[in-house]
């Protein structure tokens, strides 16, 4: 019995030492650099005098892009073109700004920013995680995502949809977690083949979430987490037997 307990820790501490490698595009302030040392996960940086390459995103689980909603910051160091061919996984798209109200200790905007990183990174290819972008500043993406947004700034999330349910980024919260952060959301109004309204705000008419890419699956910690518990107690059971 104490070995098969030494197994199950070891194997617990291996699904859970498992961190996707981030890599996080700042285009202006600190917030994104606050929420990340915050939370405690390490990244690779780039900005406008350090662009995105295709080797980066082949090298890297997801890319963080920050924009502070009410500066929008220096985007040239984002390709469309290099996006459009590298970003191959779960795409997550919010104007609520996640970044800020980490750093500035929101539990809610912590569990959603890590469950939306969590969301990116399952699946296969390279995710995209995108915060507090508005309007036309959504033009860094690439055409064929067909973004569109409007400068459209609100304080509530009325409801999660079916799709966003179901990719875990919303996993223990309400909308009313999400509400009433000051300019928590903008209004995206267009999208293209591959994404799916994730929540709504106001009296659902107004999207503001996104997501694409492949079918969501566990990621490797959570995985090996199923795994690990399942194995730990069919061998408690047969030896309680």
Same mark, same amino acid.
């Given at each position: ?65 920050? =924009?502070?909603?009410?500066? @929008? %910051?220096?985007?040239? !160091?984002?390709? #469309?073109?290099? *996006?459009?061919?590298?970003? +191959? ?94 300019? =928590?959301?903008?209004?995206? @109004? %267009?999208?293209?083949? !591959?994404?799916? #309204?994730?929540? *709504?705000?106001?009296?659902? +008419? ?36």
């Amino acid at each position: 019995m104490k070995k098969l307990m030494t197994i199950c820790i070891l194997l617990f501490f291996v699904a859970n030492s498992y961190a996707s490698t981030v890599l996080v595009y700042q285009s202006t302030g600190w917030d994104i650099a606050g929420a990340m040392a915050t939370l405690g996960i390490s990244y690779d940086l780039r900005s406008a005098a350090d662009p995105v390459t295709a080797a980066d995103l082949a090298s890297h689980d997801l890319l963080i892009v920050e =924009s502070d909603w009410a500066n @929008v %910051g220096d985007m040239t !160091g984002l390709s #469309a073109a290099v *996006l459009d061919a590298g970003i +191959t996984g779960n795409v997550f798209i919010t104007g609520q700004d996640v970044d800020y109200h980490v750093y500035y200790g929101d539990a809610s905007a912590a569990t959603l920013f890590t469950q939306a990183m969590a969301f990116v990174s399952s699946g296969s290819g390279t995710g995209l995680f995108a915060m507090s972008d508005i309007g036309a500043f959504y033009s860094w993406m690439p055409a064929s995502w067909g973004i569109s947004a409007a400068d459209v700034l609100g304080e509530d999330i009325s409801s999660f949809t079916a799709a966003g349910l179901a990719s875990g980024v919303y996993a223990g919260l309400t909308p009313a977690d999400l509400s009433s952060w000051g300019t =928590s959301y903008h209004n995206i @109004v %267009g999208w293209g083949d !591959g994404f799916a #309204a994730f929540q *709504l705000a106001n009296n659902d +008419t107004e999207v503001v979430a996104v997501g694409r890419g492949a079918g969501v699956v566990p990621a490797p910690s959570a995985l090996l987490s199923l795994l690990t518990g399942l194995t730990c107690l069919g061998g408690w059971l047969r030896r309680k037997g």
